[in-house]
Each structure stands twice: as C-alpha cells, then as structure tokens.
C-alpha cells in the first residue's frame, strides 16, 4: 500500500491527512467547511483513494487558512505515498462533463510544481465556501505535492457544477497518473528522475 501520513500544525491550524493511493474510495472528511468537505469526498471517491482529513482551523477569521493549509498538508502527503514513483504512469488527464459544466484537468507528477487554473468567473460564495479558495487549494496542493497542473473549465454557467467537476476531475487525472504499469521499469523519465 501507498500511503502517505502527515500532520501539520501551525498558529492558524491543525491538519491531519492521510492518503492510500491504493483504497477503494472511502473518505472521513472534517474540515469545518461543509461544502470542502464535499469536494473532498468527490475528490477520493473519483480517484478511489482512501482519504482522511480533520482541519481544526481559525474559520472565525474565514476559511483560507484552513483550505491552504489542508492544500499543503494534502500535498505533501501525495508526495509521501509516491515514495521514488518508481513504475507510475506519470500523466493524468480528465474532462469532466457535469451537466451545462465541462472541466479539463490534465497533471504531471513532475518534480517541478507549476499552476495554471482558469476557471472563469464564480460566485464569491457556495454555501460557506469562499470560491477564491478553489485556486489557493490547487496552487497549495500542487506545489507539495510537486505536480504541474492544469485546470480549465471549457464551459458552464454554475458555480457548484464549476468547483465540483474540477474535484472530481482531479481525481480521475491523479487516479490515472499514480496507477503503476508493468511496462514501466524504475522511474517514468528519460532523466532517471523525477
């Protein structure tokens, strides 16, 4: 089993995660904001990883520490489970279609964090959840986990059909990128590392 195990505390938060790269889907979500919680769950449930978080965070100021640093923790813990990445497929991509939505994400487990995300415009708000987040989560995951990733939505008109099929594309390119291939042997690059 892959799995990555990390904690993380801080004056603003305290974040436990741990990822299986090999589970089946199972998620215990708890990070005080109901709507991220949601987005979690679709994220483990599409990558068929086994995922538990629990954030106890300062939402009394808002949700961005909580989200940025449940990013970071997330991602660092991704990284953790790939231990050498000896044999995974290395690339992932996904279009999502969800109703009027259509959401492209395409990664690399790199080594060499980069972000480019264009969702277009959001409502400032879906429930509690502060949609300027989306991107803070993404870059803080990315750059943690050392992944070059690329989220676009290509159409849509709602917001929570926008925000929910990047998460659950997310976990399908991440699902495809980590699945390990017979035909690879050691690392997925001609550098011999990554």
């Not at 995660?17 to 089946?24: F, H, I, R």
């Not at 990558?47 to 909580?66: I, K, Y």
Request: with cysteine; glycine share 12%.
């Amino acid at each position: 089993m892959r799995i990555g195990k990390i904690n993380r505390a801080t004056n603003e938060t305290r974040v436990d995660v741990e990822l299986n790269l090999d589970g089946g889907g199972s998620a215990q979500i708890d990070t005080g904001v109901g709507f991220f919680n949601h987005m979690l769950n679709l994220f483990a449930a599409h990558g068929q990883f086994d995922l538990n978080v629990t954030c106890a965070g300062d939402l009394e100021v808002d949700g961005h520490h909580s989200i940025e640093d449940i990013g970071i923790t997330l991602g660092a813990a991704l990284k953790e489970a790939l231990g050498d990445k000896r044999g995974i497929t290395r690339y992932g991509t996904f279009f999502l279609p969800m109703d009027e939505t259509l959401a492209l994400v395409s990664l690399d487990i790199s080594g060499r964090p980069f972000l480019v995300c264009d969702v277009g415009d959001l409502a400032p708000m879906i429930g509690a959840f502060d949609t300027e987040l989306v991107e803070e989560f993404l870059r803080a995951f990315a750059f943690n986990a050392g992944l070059t990733l690329h989220v676009k939505i290509i159409h849509g008109k709602n917001s929570h059909h926008k925000v929910e099929a990047i998460f659950k594309a997310l976990g399908h390119a991440l699902r495809a990128a980590v699945t390990l291939d017979d035909k690879i042997k050691g690392v997925p690059s001609t550098k011999g590392v990554i």
